[in-house]
Protein backbone atom coordinates (compact mmCIF):
# COMPACT_ATOMS: atom_id res chain seq x y z
CA UNK A 1 0.00 0.00 0.00
CA UNK A 2 2.92 2.27 1.10
CA UNK A 3 4.24 1.77 -3.38
CA UNK A 4 3.87 5.17 -4.12
CA UNK A 5 2.95 5.15 -8.19
CA UNK A 6 3.97 8.83 -8.63
CA UNK A 7 6.94 8.90 -10.98
CA UNK A 8 10.26 9.06 -9.68
CA UNK A 9 11.33 12.71 -9.43
CA UNK A 10 13.29 13.89 -12.53
CA UNK A 11 16.53 15.90 -11.18
CA UNK A 12 17.65 18.59 -12.99
CA UNK A 13 21.10 18.29 -12.54
CA UNK A 14 21.28 14.71 -13.35
CA UNK A 15 23.59 14.26 -16.14
CA UNK A 16 21.95 12.91 -19.25
CA UNK A 17 23.44 10.13 -19.67
CA UNK A 18 23.46 9.07 -16.15
CA UNK A 19 19.69 8.62 -16.92
CA UNK A 20 20.22 6.70 -20.29
CA UNK A 21 22.25 3.97 -17.94
CA UNK A 22 19.72 3.96 -15.53
CA UNK A 23 16.74 3.16 -18.10
CA UNK A 24 18.50 0.51 -19.47
CA UNK A 25 20.16 -0.97 -16.27
CA UNK A 26 16.63 -1.43 -14.97
CA UNK A 27 15.90 -3.54 -17.86
CA UNK A 28 18.50 -5.69 -17.31
CA UNK A 29 17.44 -6.17 -13.59
CA UNK A 30 13.80 -7.24 -14.47
CA UNK A 31 15.39 -10.09 -16.79
CA UNK A 32 17.87 -10.74 -13.80
CA UNK A 33 14.86 -11.42 -11.51
CA UNK A 34 12.64 -12.92 -14.10
CA UNK A 35 14.92 -15.49 -15.05
CA UNK A 36 15.07 -16.27 -11.59
CA UNK A 37 11.91 -16.49 -11.17
CA UNK A 38 11.07 -18.83 -13.80
CA UNK A 39 14.03 -21.18 -12.98
CA UNK A 40 12.05 -20.89 -9.59
CA UNK A 41 9.27 -22.35 -11.24
CA UNK A 42 10.98 -25.11 -13.48
CA UNK A 43 10.47 -28.18 -11.20
CA UNK A 44 6.51 -27.30 -11.54
CA UNK A 45 6.95 -27.72 -15.02
CA UNK A 46 8.41 -30.50 -14.73
CA UNK A 47 5.81 -31.75 -12.75
CA UNK A 48 3.11 -30.91 -15.25
CA UNK A 49 4.90 -32.73 -18.28
CA UNK A 50 5.39 -35.82 -16.69
CA UNK A 51 2.25 -36.02 -14.47
CA UNK A 52 0.54 -36.49 -18.02
CA UNK A 53 2.97 -38.80 -19.42
CA UNK A 54 1.96 -43.09 -20.26
CA UNK A 55 4.91 -45.04 -18.76
CA UNK A 56 5.97 -45.88 -21.72
CA UNK A 57 6.09 -42.73 -23.41
CA UNK A 58 8.38 -41.67 -19.99
CA UNK A 59 10.65 -44.60 -21.22
CA UNK A 60 11.09 -44.07 -24.88
CA UNK A 61 11.25 -40.14 -25.14
CA UNK A 62 12.40 -39.50 -21.37
CA UNK A 63 11.39 -36.36 -18.42
CA UNK A 64 11.51 -33.04 -20.87
CA UNK A 65 9.84 -35.31 -23.88
CA UNK A 66 6.27 -33.61 -24.76
CA UNK A 67 3.83 -36.33 -24.52
CA UNK A 68 1.99 -38.26 -27.20
CA UNK A 69 -1.01 -38.68 -25.52
CA UNK A 70 -2.90 -36.71 -22.74
CA UNK A 71 -2.47 -39.38 -20.12
CA UNK A 72 -4.63 -39.40 -17.06
CA UNK A 73 -4.34 -43.09 -15.47
CA UNK A 74 -1.13 -42.19 -13.23
CA UNK A 75 -3.27 -39.36 -11.75
CA UNK A 76 -6.23 -42.15 -11.58
CA UNK A 77 -4.36 -45.07 -10.31
CA UNK A 78 -3.59 -42.80 -7.61
CA UNK A 79 -6.56 -41.52 -6.96
CA UNK A 80 -7.93 -44.68 -6.28
CA UNK A 81 -4.96 -46.51 -4.87
CA UNK A 82 -4.39 -43.81 -2.00
CA UNK A 83 -8.24 -43.70 -1.56
CA UNK A 84 -7.39 -39.86 -1.93
CA UNK A 85 -10.97 -38.04 -0.90
CA UNK A 86 -10.43 -39.72 2.28
CA UNK A 87 -6.86 -38.68 2.69
CA UNK A 88 -8.00 -35.25 1.76
CA UNK A 89 -10.87 -35.18 4.20
CA UNK A 90 -8.27 -36.59 6.69
CA UNK A 91 -5.74 -33.34 5.93
CA UNK A 92 -9.04 -31.22 6.25
CA UNK A 93 -10.41 -32.98 9.47
CA UNK A 94 -6.98 -31.85 11.61
CA UNK A 95 -6.06 -28.83 9.95
CA UNK A 96 -9.51 -27.58 10.18
CA UNK A 97 -10.01 -28.66 13.98
CA UNK A 98 -6.22 -27.11 15.09
CA UNK A 99 -7.15 -24.05 13.48
CA UNK A 100 -10.46 -23.69 14.71
CA UNK A 101 -8.89 -24.84 18.58
CA UNK A 102 -5.76 -23.66 18.95
CA UNK A 103 -7.07 -20.07 17.78
CA UNK A 104 -9.51 -20.33 20.94
CA UNK A 105 -6.95 -21.56 23.47
CA UNK A 106 -4.75 -18.79 22.08
CA UNK A 107 -7.18 -16.53 23.04
CA UNK A 108 -7.93 -17.78 26.32
CA UNK A 109 -4.71 -17.93 27.06
CA UNK A 110 -4.08 -14.49 25.69
CA UNK A 111 -6.62 -13.13 27.79
CA UNK A 112 -5.11 -14.07 30.89
CA UNK A 113 -1.73 -12.92 29.81
CA UNK A 114 -2.38 -9.90 27.53
CA UNK A 115 -5.40 -7.96 29.75
CA UNK A 116 -5.78 -10.07 33.02
CA UNK A 117 -1.85 -9.60 33.14
CA UNK A 118 -1.33 -12.55 35.55
CA UNK A 119 1.44 -12.72 37.80
CA UNK A 120 4.72 -13.48 35.54
CA UNK A 121 3.36 -13.36 32.57
CA UNK A 122 6.46 -12.23 31.00
CA UNK A 123 7.94 -15.82 31.93
CA UNK A 124 5.23 -17.41 30.99
CA UNK A 125 4.95 -15.86 27.32
CA UNK A 126 8.66 -16.45 27.22
CA UNK A 127 7.67 -20.45 27.91
CA UNK A 128 5.22 -20.41 24.87
CA UNK A 129 7.55 -18.53 22.64
CA UNK A 130 10.23 -21.12 23.61
CA UNK A 131 8.32 -24.37 23.04
CA UNK A 132 7.27 -23.11 19.84
CA UNK A 133 11.03 -23.73 19.23
CA UNK A 134 11.31 -26.97 20.50
CA UNK A 135 12.43 -29.81 17.96
CA UNK A 136 9.38 -32.34 18.05
CA UNK A 137 12.18 -34.96 18.03
CA UNK A 138 12.17 -33.60 22.33
CA UNK A 139 8.60 -34.61 22.78
CA UNK A 140 7.76 -37.42 19.78
CA UNK A 141 8.72 -40.35 21.44
CA UNK A 142 6.76 -40.05 25.01
CA UNK A 143 4.10 -38.96 23.16
CA UNK A 144 3.96 -42.06 20.98
CA UNK A 145 4.42 -44.55 23.70
CA UNK A 146 1.43 -42.61 25.36
CA UNK A 147 -1.05 -42.43 22.77
CA UNK A 148 0.03 -45.79 22.51
CA UNK A 149 -1.11 -46.87 25.99
CA UNK A 150 -4.50 -44.84 26.09
CA UNK A 151 -5.67 -45.95 22.91
CA UNK A 152 -5.18 -42.76 21.29
CA UNK A 153 -2.60 -44.08 18.38
CA UNK A 154 -3.56 -43.80 15.27
CA UNK A 155 -6.16 -41.95 15.79
CA UNK A 156 -6.47 -38.08 14.01
CA UNK A 157 -7.76 -37.14 17.65
CA UNK A 158 -4.06 -37.59 18.77
CA UNK A 159 -2.50 -35.65 15.77
CA UNK A 160 -5.68 -32.86 16.68
CA UNK A 161 -4.46 -32.64 20.42
CA UNK A 162 -0.71 -32.30 19.61
CA UNK A 163 -1.00 -29.99 17.13
CA UNK A 164 -3.63 -27.36 18.91
CA UNK A 165 -1.21 -26.99 21.86
CA UNK A 166 1.95 -26.42 19.60
CA UNK A 167 0.39 -24.04 17.58
CA UNK A 168 -1.48 -22.13 20.03
CA UNK A 169 2.32 -21.81 21.67
CA UNK A 170 2.90 -19.24 18.60
CA UNK A 171 -0.83 -18.04 18.64
CA UNK A 172 -0.14 -17.42 22.51
CA UNK A 173 3.05 -15.83 22.20
CA UNK A 174 1.83 -13.14 19.54
CA UNK A 175 -1.72 -12.66 20.82
CA UNK A 176 -0.30 -11.40 24.43
CA UNK A 177 1.54 -9.46 22.74
CA UNK A 178 -0.85 -7.77 20.42
CA UNK A 179 -4.07 -7.70 23.51
CA UNK A 180 -0.75 -5.81 25.87
CA UNK A 181 -1.98 -3.06 24.07
CA UNK A 182 -5.23 -2.98 23.41
CA UNK A 183 -7.32 -0.05 25.03
CA UNK A 184 -8.16 -0.40 28.27
CA UNK A 185 -10.50 2.26 27.61
CA UNK A 186 -12.65 0.20 26.05
CA UNK A 187 -12.48 -2.44 28.78
CA UNK A 188 -13.01 -0.19 31.21
CA UNK A 189 -16.35 1.11 29.88
CA UNK A 190 -17.45 -2.26 29.82
CA UNK A 191 -17.01 -3.10 33.07
CA UNK A 192 -18.99 -0.01 34.34
CA UNK A 193 -21.61 -1.38 31.69
CA UNK A 194 -21.22 -4.62 34.26
CA UNK A 195 -19.80 -6.63 31.84
CA UNK A 196 -18.04 -9.64 33.33
CA UNK A 197 -14.78 -10.77 32.11
CA UNK A 198 -16.57 -13.71 29.85
CA UNK A 199 -18.54 -11.20 28.18
CA UNK A 200 -15.75 -8.45 27.23
CA UNK A 201 -14.04 -11.01 26.14
CA UNK A 202 -16.68 -11.87 23.52
CA UNK A 203 -18.02 -8.91 23.54
CA UNK A 204 -15.72 -6.40 23.22
CA UNK A 205 -12.19 -8.03 22.75
CA UNK A 206 -12.76 -10.90 19.88
CA UNK A 207 -14.44 -8.37 17.74
CA UNK A 208 -11.54 -6.31 17.86
CA UNK A 209 -9.42 -9.09 17.29
CA UNK A 210 -10.84 -10.68 14.58
CA UNK A 211 -8.76 -9.77 11.46
CA UNK A 212 -5.73 -11.09 13.85
CA UNK A 213 -7.89 -13.97 14.37
CA UNK A 214 -8.64 -14.57 10.96
CA UNK A 215 -4.76 -14.72 10.00
CA UNK A 216 -3.52 -17.01 12.56
CA UNK A 217 -6.65 -19.14 11.78
CA UNK A 218 -4.99 -19.74 7.89
CA UNK A 219 -1.67 -20.04 8.96
CA UNK A 220 -3.09 -22.44 12.03
CA UNK A 221 -4.26 -25.11 9.37
CA UNK A 222 -1.67 -24.37 6.91
CA UNK A 223 0.75 -25.27 9.02
CA UNK A 224 -0.71 -27.85 9.97
CA UNK A 225 -1.85 -29.04 6.66
CA UNK A 226 2.15 -29.51 6.02
CA UNK A 227 3.12 -31.18 8.77
CA UNK A 228 5.24 -34.60 8.44
CA UNK A 229 6.99 -35.79 11.40
CA UNK A 230 4.15 -36.35 14.06
CA UNK A 231 1.40 -37.68 11.42
CA UNK A 232 4.37 -39.97 10.31
CA UNK A 233 4.61 -41.60 13.34
CA UNK A 234 0.95 -41.37 14.61
CA UNK A 235 -1.01 -42.32 11.56
CA UNK A 236 0.00 -45.30 9.95
CA UNK A 237 -2.69 -46.74 7.84
CA UNK A 238 -4.80 -45.73 4.86
CA UNK A 239 -7.84 -44.68 6.92
CA UNK A 240 -5.79 -41.93 8.66
CA UNK A 241 -3.10 -41.00 6.92
CA UNK A 242 -2.49 -37.16 5.68
CA UNK A 243 -1.72 -36.24 2.07
CA UNK A 244 1.75 -35.39 2.49
CA UNK A 245 2.40 -39.04 4.71
CA UNK A 246 0.17 -40.81 2.41
CA UNK A 247 2.67 -39.97 -0.82
CA UNK A 248 6.05 -40.12 1.50
CA UNK A 249 4.62 -43.81 2.49
CA UNK A 250 4.31 -44.79 -1.39
CA UNK A 251 7.90 -43.26 -2.14
CA UNK A 252 10.14 -46.37 -3.73
CA UNK A 253 6.71 -48.20 -3.95
CA UNK A 254 6.26 -50.43 -7.44
CA UNK A 255 3.15 -48.93 -7.89
CA UNK A 256 5.08 -45.19 -7.81
CA UNK A 257 6.89 -45.14 -11.59
CA UNK A 258 7.97 -41.12 -12.68
CA UNK A 259 4.12 -40.38 -14.32
CA UNK A 260 2.82 -41.87 -10.95
CA UNK A 261 4.78 -39.92 -8.78
CA UNK A 262 4.39 -37.09 -10.69
CA UNK A 263 0.63 -37.25 -10.69
CA UNK A 264 0.32 -37.68 -7.05
CA UNK A 265 2.83 -34.96 -6.21
CA UNK A 266 0.67 -32.77 -8.52
CA UNK A 267 -2.66 -33.36 -6.94
CA UNK A 268 -0.97 -33.36 -3.67
CA UNK A 269 -0.21 -29.66 -3.80
CA UNK A 270 -3.00 -28.09 -5.61
CA UNK A 271 -4.62 -28.05 -2.14
CA UNK A 272 -1.84 -26.01 -1.07
CA UNK A 273 -1.97 -24.30 -4.05
CA UNK A 274 -5.85 -23.12 -3.73
CA UNK A 275 -5.58 -21.85 0.11
CA UNK A 276 -2.74 -19.47 -1.42
CA UNK A 277 -4.71 -18.12 -4.03
CA UNK A 278 -8.10 -17.78 -1.85
CA UNK A 279 -6.29 -16.95 1.42
CA UNK A 280 -3.27 -14.43 -0.07
CA UNK A 281 -5.63 -11.43 0.10
CA UNK A 282 -7.04 -12.01 3.83
CA UNK A 283 -2.85 -12.98 4.54
CA UNK A 284 -1.14 -9.46 2.91
CA UNK A 285 -4.13 -7.36 4.86
CA UNK A 286 -3.53 -8.73 8.30
CA UNK A 287 0.11 -8.19 7.81
CA UNK A 288 -0.39 -5.05 6.60
CA UNK A 289 -2.70 -4.47 9.73
CA UNK A 290 -0.11 -6.20 11.73
CA UNK A 291 2.57 -3.76 10.51
CA UNK A 292 0.05 -0.65 11.18
CA UNK A 293 -0.69 -1.71 14.73
CA UNK B 1 6.16 -22.24 8.88
CA UNK B 2 7.42 -19.50 7.27
CA UNK B 3 4.03 -17.24 6.97
CA UNK B 4 3.59 -16.71 11.14
CA UNK B 5 6.76 -15.15 11.75
CA UNK B 6 6.05 -12.49 9.20
CA UNK B 7 2.95 -11.28 11.60
CA UNK B 8 5.39 -11.24 14.55
CA UNK B 9 8.07 -9.57 12.15
CA UNK B 10 5.80 -7.07 11.04
CA UNK B 11 4.21 -6.62 14.36
CA UNK B 12 6.29 -3.41 16.62
CA UNK B 13 4.26 -4.97 19.77
CA UNK B 14 5.65 -8.80 18.98
CA UNK B 15 9.31 -7.83 19.68
CA UNK B 16 8.89 -5.20 22.46
CA UNK B 17 7.21 -6.37 25.45
CA UNK B 18 6.38 -3.26 27.78
CA UNK B 19 9.02 -3.00 29.67
CA UNK B 20 6.83 -1.13 32.78
CA UNK B 21 4.46 -3.71 34.40
CA UNK B 22 1.56 -1.29 35.68
CA UNK B 23 0.18 -2.82 39.06
CA UNK B 24 -2.72 -0.94 39.69
CA UNK B 25 -5.08 -3.36 39.71
CA UNK B 26 -5.63 -5.23 43.22
CA UNK B 27 -4.53 -9.25 43.09
CA UNK B 28 -7.94 -10.27 43.68
CA UNK B 29 -9.31 -8.94 40.60
CA UNK B 30 -6.36 -9.95 38.80
CA UNK B 31 -6.63 -14.20 39.96
CA UNK B 32 -10.06 -15.06 38.30
CA UNK B 33 -8.09 -14.43 35.03
CA UNK B 34 -5.87 -17.66 35.74
CA UNK B 35 -9.21 -19.41 35.01
CA UNK B 36 -8.76 -18.93 31.31
CA UNK B 37 -5.40 -20.10 31.47
CA UNK B 38 -6.18 -23.04 33.01
CA UNK B 39 -7.28 -25.06 29.80
CA UNK B 40 -4.13 -24.03 27.69
CA UNK B 41 -1.99 -24.84 30.67
CA UNK B 42 -3.30 -28.10 31.23
CA UNK B 43 -2.75 -29.16 27.62
CA UNK B 44 0.52 -27.32 27.51
CA UNK B 45 1.67 -29.57 30.48
CA UNK B 46 0.45 -32.69 28.74
CA UNK B 47 0.93 -32.30 25.44
CA UNK B 48 4.94 -30.14 25.69
CA UNK B 49 5.99 -30.04 29.25
CA UNK B 50 5.93 -33.88 30.36
CA UNK B 51 6.90 -35.23 27.12
CA UNK B 52 10.22 -32.97 27.29
CA UNK B 53 10.77 -34.05 30.53
CA UNK B 54 10.40 -37.86 29.60
CA UNK B 55 12.71 -37.61 26.81
CA UNK B 56 15.42 -35.94 28.96
CA UNK B 57 14.48 -38.86 31.19
CA UNK B 58 15.15 -41.29 28.85
CA UNK B 59 18.16 -39.67 27.59
CA UNK B 60 19.54 -41.16 31.12
CA UNK B 61 18.48 -44.51 30.02
CA UNK B 62 18.69 -47.67 27.91
CA UNK B 63 15.25 -48.79 26.68
CA UNK B 64 14.19 -50.73 23.77
CA UNK B 65 10.49 -49.37 23.85
CA UNK B 66 8.94 -52.30 25.73
CA UNK B 67 9.44 -53.31 29.38
CA UNK B 68 11.29 -50.82 31.78
CA UNK B 69 13.48 -48.49 31.22
CA UNK B 70 16.89 -49.60 32.87
CA UNK B 71 18.66 -46.41 34.09
CA UNK B 72 22.25 -45.88 32.61
CA UNK B 73 23.60 -42.40 33.94
CA UNK B 74 24.95 -40.75 31.38
CA UNK B 75 26.34 -43.70 29.15
CA UNK B 76 24.23 -42.59 26.32
CA UNK B 77 26.04 -38.79 26.62
CA UNK B 78 29.33 -40.53 26.72
CA UNK B 79 28.41 -42.78 23.49
CA UNK B 80 27.68 -39.51 21.67
CA UNK B 81 30.93 -38.16 21.61
CA UNK B 82 32.12 -41.03 20.08
CA UNK B 83 30.12 -41.46 17.73
CA UNK B 84 30.58 -40.29 14.08
CA UNK B 85 27.64 -40.26 12.57
CA UNK B 86 26.43 -37.86 15.42
CA UNK B 87 29.34 -35.58 14.14
CA UNK B 88 28.43 -35.96 10.61
CA UNK B 89 24.97 -34.85 11.61
CA UNK B 90 26.06 -31.84 13.16
CA UNK B 91 28.44 -30.50 10.35
CA UNK B 92 25.67 -31.13 7.95
CA UNK B 93 23.89 -28.68 9.79
CA UNK B 94 26.13 -25.86 9.87
CA UNK B 95 25.55 -26.84 5.81
CA UNK B 96 21.87 -26.74 6.28
CA UNK B 97 22.33 -23.25 7.83
CA UNK B 98 24.22 -22.20 4.85
CA UNK B 99 21.62 -23.12 2.68
CA UNK B 100 18.67 -21.89 4.96
CA UNK B 101 19.45 -19.11 6.60
CA UNK B 102 22.84 -17.45 5.21
CA UNK B 103 22.13 -17.73 1.23
CA UNK B 104 17.95 -17.37 1.28
CA UNK B 105 18.99 -13.87 4.11
CA UNK B 106 21.60 -12.69 1.75
CA UNK B 107 19.81 -13.08 -1.59
CA UNK B 108 16.63 -12.57 0.16
CA UNK B 109 17.83 -9.02 0.85
CA UNK B 110 19.10 -8.45 -2.63
CA UNK B 111 15.96 -9.84 -4.34
CA UNK B 112 13.65 -7.71 -1.84
CA UNK B 113 15.23 -4.80 -2.11
CA UNK B 114 15.57 -4.89 -6.27
CA UNK B 115 12.08 -5.96 -6.05
CA UNK B 116 10.43 -3.04 -3.88
CA UNK B 117 13.24 -0.46 -4.83
CA UNK B 118 13.81 -0.67 -8.94
CA UNK B 119 10.93 -2.81 -10.07
CA UNK B 120 8.35 -2.03 -8.08
CA UNK B 121 8.56 1.72 -8.66
CA UNK B 122 10.49 1.59 -12.23
CA UNK B 123 8.13 -0.34 -13.29
CA UNK B 124 4.49 -1.39 -12.39
CA UNK B 125 4.05 -2.81 -8.60
CA UNK B 126 1.87 -5.95 -9.95
CA UNK B 127 5.14 -6.84 -11.95
CA UNK B 128 6.77 -6.99 -8.57
CA UNK B 129 4.24 -8.73 -6.56
CA UNK B 130 4.01 -11.26 -9.37
CA UNK B 131 7.50 -12.11 -9.34
CA UNK B 132 7.52 -11.90 -5.32
CA UNK B 133 4.33 -14.84 -5.94
CA UNK B 134 6.87 -16.83 -8.23
CA UNK B 135 9.49 -17.11 -5.20
CA UNK B 136 7.19 -17.27 -2.75
CA UNK B 137 5.54 -20.40 -3.95
CA UNK B 138 7.33 -23.57 -3.10
CA UNK B 139 6.98 -22.09 1.39
CA UNK B 140 3.40 -22.79 0.89
CA UNK B 141 3.91 -26.54 -0.26
CA UNK B 142 3.91 -29.28 2.00
CA UNK B 143 7.80 -29.42 1.86
CA UNK B 144 7.79 -33.21 1.96
CA UNK B 145 5.98 -33.32 -1.23
CA UNK B 146 8.34 -31.19 -2.69
CA UNK B 147 10.97 -32.77 -1.89
CA UNK B 148 9.49 -36.21 -3.35
CA UNK B 149 9.16 -34.36 -6.87
CA UNK B 150 13.44 -33.15 -6.70
CA UNK B 151 13.96 -36.38 -5.70
CA UNK B 152 13.01 -37.42 -9.10
CA UNK B 153 14.26 -34.68 -10.71
CA UNK B 154 17.52 -35.45 -8.95
CA UNK B 155 17.48 -39.26 -9.91
CA UNK B 156 20.04 -40.35 -12.21
CA UNK B 157 17.28 -40.77 -14.93
CA UNK B 158 15.53 -37.72 -13.98
CA UNK B 159 14.93 -34.73 -15.14
CA UNK B 160 18.17 -32.72 -14.23
CA UNK B 161 20.44 -35.31 -16.02
CA UNK B 162 17.95 -35.03 -19.35
CA UNK B 163 18.31 -31.04 -19.27
CA UNK B 164 22.30 -31.46 -18.91
CA UNK B 165 21.82 -33.88 -22.01
CA UNK B 166 19.64 -31.35 -23.52
CA UNK B 167 22.09 -28.56 -23.49
CA UNK B 168 24.74 -30.39 -24.31
CA UNK B 169 26.45 -31.12 -20.84
CA UNK B 170 25.71 -34.74 -20.72
CA UNK B 171 29.22 -35.37 -19.28
CA UNK B 172 28.11 -33.94 -16.25
CA UNK B 173 25.27 -36.69 -15.73
CA UNK B 174 25.60 -37.82 -12.41
CA UNK B 175 23.45 -39.73 -9.66
CA UNK B 176 23.00 -36.29 -7.67
CA UNK B 177 21.74 -37.91 -4.68
CA UNK B 178 23.61 -40.96 -4.57
CA UNK B 179 27.04 -39.63 -4.45
CA UNK B 180 28.12 -38.95 -1.58
CA UNK B 181 30.10 -36.56 -2.74
CA UNK B 182 27.14 -34.72 -4.24
CA UNK B 183 24.30 -35.39 -2.23
CA UNK B 184 24.89 -32.43 0.20
CA UNK B 185 25.21 -29.69 -2.20
CA UNK B 186 22.42 -31.10 -4.20
CA UNK B 187 19.94 -31.09 -0.77
CA UNK B 188 21.41 -27.63 -0.16
CA UNK B 189 20.35 -26.84 -3.78
CA UNK B 190 16.60 -27.60 -2.91
CA UNK B 191 16.66 -26.05 0.74
CA UNK B 192 17.77 -22.82 -0.84
CA UNK B 193 15.09 -23.08 -3.43
CA UNK B 194 12.23 -23.91 -0.75
CA UNK B 195 13.48 -21.24 1.66
CA UNK B 196 13.98 -18.60 -0.45
CA UNK B 197 10.76 -17.03 -0.79
CA UNK B 198 10.47 -16.19 3.19
CA UNK B 199 12.68 -13.86 3.40
CA UNK B 200 11.93 -11.90 0.42
CA UNK B 201 8.07 -11.63 1.67
CA UNK B 202 9.22 -10.38 4.85
CA UNK B 203 11.68 -7.85 3.47
CA UNK B 204 9.28 -6.74 0.90
CA UNK B 205 6.49 -6.13 3.34
CA UNK B 206 9.40 -4.86 5.79
CA UNK B 207 10.46 -2.41 3.21
CA UNK B 208 6.90 -1.05 2.64
CA UNK B 209 7.11 0.95 6.45
CA UNK B 210 10.10 2.70 5.22
CA UNK B 211 9.16 6.34 4.64
CA UNK B 212 9.14 6.71 0.73
CA UNK B 213 11.29 9.96 1.26
CA UNK B 214 13.72 8.80 2.52
CA UNK B 215 14.40 6.86 -0.84
CA UNK B 216 13.30 10.23 -2.81
CA UNK B 217 15.56 12.43 -0.94
CA UNK B 218 18.46 9.88 -1.34
CA UNK B 219 17.63 9.90 -5.53
CA UNK B 220 17.59 13.23 -5.56
CA UNK B 221 21.19 13.55 -4.40
CA UNK B 222 22.41 11.44 -6.53
CA UNK B 223 22.38 8.27 -4.23
CA UNK B 224 22.57 4.91 -6.51
CA UNK B 225 20.75 1.56 -5.57
CA UNK B 226 24.20 0.35 -4.34
CA UNK B 227 24.29 3.71 -1.73
CA UNK B 228 20.52 3.03 -0.88
CA UNK B 229 20.85 -0.41 -0.67
CA UNK B 230 23.27 -0.28 2.55
CA UNK B 231 22.32 3.73 3.69
CA UNK B 232 18.85 2.81 3.80
CA UNK B 233 17.30 -0.60 3.11
CA UNK B 234 19.51 -2.86 5.60
CA UNK B 235 19.64 -0.46 8.23
CA UNK B 236 15.83 0.14 8.46
CA UNK B 237 14.89 -3.24 8.01
CA UNK B 238 17.51 -4.55 10.71
CA UNK B 239 15.01 -6.21 13.16
CA UNK B 240 12.75 -7.82 10.47
CA UNK B 241 16.28 -9.06 9.45
CA UNK B 242 16.93 -10.71 13.03
CA UNK B 243 13.84 -12.47 13.00
CA UNK B 244 14.00 -14.00 9.57
CA UNK B 245 17.70 -15.04 10.69
CA UNK B 246 16.58 -16.79 13.85
CA UNK B 247 13.28 -18.66 12.74
CA UNK B 248 15.67 -19.86 9.86
CA UNK B 249 18.45 -20.95 11.67
CA UNK B 250 16.06 -22.81 14.06
CA UNK B 251 14.34 -24.17 11.38
CA UNK B 252 17.53 -25.57 9.77
CA UNK B 253 18.42 -26.92 12.81
CA UNK B 254 15.16 -29.13 12.97
CA UNK B 255 14.73 -29.47 9.49
CA UNK B 256 13.69 -33.42 9.04
CA UNK B 257 10.88 -33.84 6.52
CA UNK B 258 13.37 -32.60 3.38
CA UNK B 259 15.72 -35.09 4.73
CA UNK B 260 13.61 -38.19 5.01
CA UNK B 261 11.80 -37.22 1.16
CA UNK B 262 14.81 -36.73 -0.52
CA UNK B 263 17.62 -38.88 0.61
CA UNK B 264 16.58 -40.57 4.26
CA UNK B 265 20.37 -39.17 5.83
CA UNK B 266 22.38 -41.49 3.04
CA UNK B 267 24.10 -41.79 0.94
CA UNK B 268 26.73 -43.15 4.23
CA UNK B 269 25.27 -40.04 6.35
CA UNK B 270 26.65 -37.83 3.86
CA UNK B 271 22.99 -35.66 4.72
CA UNK B 272 22.25 -37.34 7.94
CA UNK B 273 21.04 -34.55 10.15
CA UNK B 274 20.18 -34.57 13.56
CA UNK B 275 16.63 -34.29 13.92
CA UNK B 276 16.24 -37.34 11.06
CA UNK B 277 18.90 -39.25 13.12
CA UNK B 278 17.04 -38.67 16.65
CA UNK B 279 13.95 -40.47 14.56
CA UNK B 280 15.84 -43.51 13.30
CA UNK B 281 17.51 -44.20 16.50
CA UNK B 282 13.68 -43.97 17.68
CA UNK B 283 12.11 -45.67 15.31
CA UNK B 284 14.35 -47.82 13.44
CA UNK B 285 16.48 -49.29 15.78
CA UNK B 286 15.09 -48.82 18.39
CA UNK B 287 17.21 -47.20 20.79
CA UNK B 288 14.87 -44.97 22.56
CA UNK B 289 17.47 -43.82 25.36
CA UNK B 290 20.25 -42.86 22.60
CA UNK B 291 17.90 -41.21 20.58
CA UNK B 292 16.43 -39.10 23.57
CA UNK B 293 20.31 -38.54 23.91
CA UNK B 294 20.17 -36.77 20.42
CA UNK B 295 16.88 -34.97 20.85
CA UNK B 296 18.01 -33.14 24.40
CA UNK B 297 21.07 -32.09 22.38
CA UNK B 298 19.54 -30.96 19.77
CA UNK B 299 17.14 -29.08 22.29
CA UNK B 300 19.52 -27.89 23.72
CA UNK B 301 21.50 -26.11 21.05
CA UNK B 302 18.16 -24.70 19.98
CA UNK B 303 17.09 -22.72 23.08
CA UNK B 304 21.12 -21.93 23.52
CA UNK B 305 20.96 -20.34 19.45
CA UNK B 306 17.44 -18.48 20.44
CA UNK B 307 18.52 -16.85 23.78
CA UNK B 308 21.58 -15.85 22.33
CA UNK B 309 19.71 -14.17 19.16
CA UNK B 310 17.26 -12.20 21.05
CA UNK B 311 19.98 -11.21 23.30
CA UNK B 312 22.07 -9.39 20.58
CA UNK B 313 18.79 -8.36 19.20
CA UNK B 314 17.62 -6.69 22.13
CA UNK B 315 21.55 -5.34 22.36
CA UNK B 316 21.35 -3.97 18.84
CA UNK B 317 18.33 -2.59 19.90
CA UNK B 318 20.00 -0.72 22.78
CA UNK B 319 22.65 0.80 20.61
CA UNK B 320 20.56 1.87 18.13
CA UNK B 321 18.33 3.70 20.48
CA UNK B 322 21.59 5.43 21.81
CA UNK B 323 22.55 7.50 18.65
Request: hydrophobic residues 55%; contains cysteine.
Amino acid sequence: MAVTLTPAPVPVHRPVRDRHHRGVSRWVVLVLVTVGALVMLVPFAFMLLNAFKSPGDYSSGGPLSWPTEFYTKGLRTYWTEVNFPLKLWNSALIAGSVAVLGVVVSLLNAYALGIGRVRGRLWIVGLFLLANMLPQEALIYPLYYVAKEVGLYNTRLAVIIIFTVIQSAFGTYLLASVLGTFPRSLLEAAALDGAGKWTVLWRVVFPNLRPTLAVLLIFFFIWTWNEFLIPLVMLIDNQTQTIPVALASLQGDRLMDAPTTNAGALISLVPAILFFLIFQRTLARGITAGAEK
Amino acid sequence: MAVSETVAATSPTATTPTPRKPRRAPRGRNAAYWLYLLPGAVLFVLVIGAPLVGTVYLSLTKWSGIGDPTFVGFDNYQRLLHDDVFWASFRNTVAMIVAMVVVPTVLGLLLASVLFDVIGRRFKPRTAAALRAAFYLPQVLPVVVAGIVWGWILRPDGAFNSLLDAVGLGALRHDWLGDPGTALPAVMAVMIWVQIGYPVVVFMAALQRVDPELYEAAEVDGANWLHRFRAITLPQIRPETFVVALTCTIAALKVFGPIFALTRGGPENATNVPSYFAYYTFFKKLQVGYGSAISTVLTLIIVVVAVVFIWMQARSERRNRGF
